[in-house]
């Protein structure tokens, strides 16, 4: 069945880009039933909405992070990514990425998680 | 912080049933499908509730939604041991554009 994985850096220091691949097995990642998302949560903390990315490339993006994200995605590779700009400790946080299916609206598969730490 | 309100924390001991609030707005809750998503400890989350009211395949039917205007509500009839997990809702929010999680509720079985 499909599966995600997004192995992340652990460590970034603060003022960098946070850069994030999740990677899609088992299923293609072109397809138009579905659109690909991510979902961050602070330690100890509830989930946040960061974007989606639909088929034929449009964007949503959380207005709070709007400035700092870009989602973009690689179907040659059956993967999409996450780049978070200028990341301060606030974006401490474990970093999902989900399928977010276009019927049912809602995020039906997920990624285990990786933990981002932002620190010098 | 989020547009979507509910209660800290639920508790009840098995076999009882628990019922868990989520308060939002006209454009949220008001005008799109609420989900649910469980999330057991150190765990990623997972849908169980999509568009108010239905149950993913393999969602036991002890778990319910339900949506009444700006308002909906996640049941867990029967408790066990291992519903003790975060419970969240989500929705689509027209104004601000986004997808919106719920504040989270614990639930702890006594």
């Known amino acids: 069945q499909l599966q995600l994985q997004e192995p992340g850096p652990g460590l970034v220091k603060p003022s960098e880009t946070l850069s994030l691949t999740c990677t899609v097995s088992?299923?293609?990642?072109?397809?138009?039933?579905?659109?690909w998302g991510w979902i961050r949560q602070p330690p100890g903390k509830g989930l946040e909405w960061i974007g989606n990315?639909?088929?034929?490339?449009?964007?949503y993006y959380s207005p709070s992070l709007k400035s700092r994200v870009t989602i973009s995605v690689d179907t040659s590779e059956n993967q999409f990514s996450l780049e978070l700009s200028s990341v301060t400790a606030a974006d401490t946080a474990v970093y999902y990425c989900?399928?977010?299916?276009?019927?049912?609206?809602?995020?039906?598969?997920w990624g285990q998680g990786t933990m981002v730490t932002v620190s010098s | 912080q989020s547009v979507l309100t509910q209660p800290p924390s639920a508790s009840g001991t098995p076999g009882q049933r628990v019922t868990i609030s989520c308060s939002g707005s006209s454009s949220n809750i008001g005008s799109n499908t609420v989900n649910w998503y469980q999330q057991l400890p150190g765990t990623a989350p997972k849908l169980l509730i999509y568009s108010n009211n239905q149950r993913p395949s393999g969602v036991p039917d002890r778990f319910s939604g339900s949506k009444s205007g700006t308002s909906a509500s996640l049941a867990i009839s029967g408790l066990q041991s291992e519903d003790e997990a975060d419970y969240y809702c989500a929705a689509w929010d027209d104004s601000l554009s986004g997808y919106v999680f719920g504040t989270g509720t614990k639930v702890t079985v006594l």
């Open positions: 990315i639909y088929y034929g490339g449009s964007t």
């Open positions: 989900a399928r977010r299916g276009i019927t049912i609206r809602a995020f039906d598969i």
């Open positions: 088992g299923g293609s990642i072109s397809s138009s039933s579905y659109c």
